[in-house]
């Protein structure tokens, strides 16, 4: 079992439309989470950071983590065009630098 | 502005050759980081610098040299013995100094790496 699940999509929405991207993990010590948006031949750009379990919103971006079932979501709220891009999740169990374990993207295409 | 410069964007190598990838970083950062990134492969570590002539092997070490001679800079050789080094090369910094900072990355514009 890979140790940072996530589904390489293409996911397709139109504008407007509420974007769920997901994670799984299987290492229960992890607990920093991150998101980071990736346009296309671009560095990746942190979006969203959370410590632990919980929900974290800036904007129309929304980021739960569930530890329990080891499982984040990223949710984004009236997608727009301009949200086209990979998003990547990465986690760490903080015990170190960089300890980061990244999935593998997901990639998002909003229409206008 | 601060932030993290990479060079070249695009870079060529013939066989047997070895290339170097530069990156240089204002923001004061103590530690700084490569990875390469594959298609469909996510972003995979090469080498990791916590402080100034102090680096560690990442999960991919084998076939890459680096070097942190200043603060603003870790260069990156790419050399012979690495056979498939066609990827998008990633540098990137963090503030260190504890967990909460250590993990947040910011990252370069990439450079393009392709065998001739």
């Known amino acids: 079992q890979k140790e940072v699940e996530q589904d390489p999509g293409p996911l397709s929405v139109p504008e407007g439309a509420i974007v769920s991207l997901n994670c799984t993990y299987s290492?229960?010590?992890?607990?920093?989470f991150m998101w980071y948006r990736q346009y296309s031949r671009k560095g990746p750009e942190l979006l969203m950071y959370?410590?632990?379990?919980g929900n974290k919103e800036d904007g129309r971006f929304t980021a739960q983590v569930d530890k329990s079932s080891k499982y984040i979501s990223l949710f984004i709220r009236d997608s727009q065009p301009s949200d086209s891009a990979t998003y990547l999740c990465?986690?760490?169990?903080?015990?170190?630098?960089?300890?980061?374990?990244f999935g593998k993207g997901t990639m998002l295409l909003v229409s206008p | 502005d601060g932030g993290i410069t990479q060079s070249p964007k695009y870079l060529f190598r013939k066989e047997g050759q070895n290339v170097t990838l530069s990156c240089e970083q204002n923001?004061?950062?103590?530690?700084m980081y490569w990875y390469r990134q594959d298609p469909g492969q996510g972003l995979r570590l090469i080498y990791y610098?916590?402080?100034?002539?102090?680096?560690q092997k990442g999960d991919i070490a084998e076939g890459y040299s680096v070097s942190r001679e200043k603060k603003e800079s870790f260069p990156l050789t790419v050399t012979s013995a690495q056979k498939n080094p066609t990827a998008f090369y990633l540098c990137?910094?963090?503030?260190?100094?504890?967990?909460?900072?250590?993990?947040?990355?910011?990252f370069g514009s990439g450079t393009q790496l392709s065998v001739l």
């Open positions: 990137a910094s963090s503030l260190g100094h504890n967990p909460a900072t250590n993990e947040k990355l910011f």
């Open positions: 290492n229960s010590a992890f607990q920093y």
């Open positions: 959370t410590y632990s379990s």
């Open positions: 990465a986690m760490s169990a903080g015990s170190g630098y960089s300890t980061l374990t």
């Open positions: 923001l004061n950062h103590d530690a």
């Open positions: 610098s916590q402080i100034v002539n102090d680096f």
